[in-house]
C-alpha cells in the first residue's frame, strides 16, 4: 500500500481554478493506477478522473470532461488534479486513491488506499 496526501482544496468563485495535488510515498507509486474522487454533503462518493500508472490512459466522469485534467508525476510521486471552470456543483471533499494495478476504474471499491481529502468550495 501507499500513503496519499492530498493539498490543494481551497475556496475559490464560480469560473475560477484550482490544483489538487496528491503525494504518494512509498517506491513502488509507478505501478498503480491513480484516482480523484469527490464526496459533496449527503452524496455518496464520485469518480472524477482516473490515470494509468504510464499517464497514457485517462478517464473522466462526464460532469467534469474539458474542465478537469489529470496527471501525474512518477519521479516527484505525485498526482495532480487541474481544475478549470469551476462550478458551484463542484464543491466538495475531494479524495485521491491508489490501485494496485495498471489502469484506473471507476469504481472505488477497486482502490487500495486512500488519503484523507482535501475541501473544494466554489461560491456562486
Known amino acids: 500500500q501507499v500513503q496519499l496526501v492530498e493539498s490543494g482544496g481551497g475556496l475559490v468563485q464560480a469560473g475560477g481554478s484550482l490544483r489538487l495535488s496528491c503525494a504518494a510515498s512509498?517506491?513502488?507509486?509507478?505501478?498503480?493506477?491513480m484516482g480523484w474522487f469527490r464526496q459533496a454533503p449527503g452524496k455518496e462518493r464520485e469518480f472524477v478522473a482516473g490515470?494509468?500508472?504510464?499517464?497514457?490512459?485517462?478517464y473522466y466522469a462526464d460532469s467534469v470532461k474539458g474542465r478537469f485534467t489529470i496527471s501525474r508525476d512518477n519521479v516527484k510521486n505525485t498526482v495532480y488534479l487541474q481544475m478549470n471552470s469551476l462550478k458551484p456543483e463542484d464543491t466538495a471533499v475531494y479524495f485521491c486513491?491508489?490501485?494496485?494495478?495498471?489502469?484506473?476504474?471507476?469504481?472505488?471499491?477497486?482502490?487500495?488506499?486512500w488519503g484523507q481529502g482535501t475541501q473544494v468550495t466554489v461560491s456562486s
Open positions: 486513491a491508489a490501485r494496485s494495478n495498471t489502469r484506473p476504474t471507476i469504481s472505488s471499491y477497486e482502490y487500495d488506499s
Open positions: 512509498g517506491r513502488t507509486f509507478s505501478s498503480y493506477a
Open positions: 490515470i494509468s500508472w504510464s499517464g497514457s490512459i485517462r
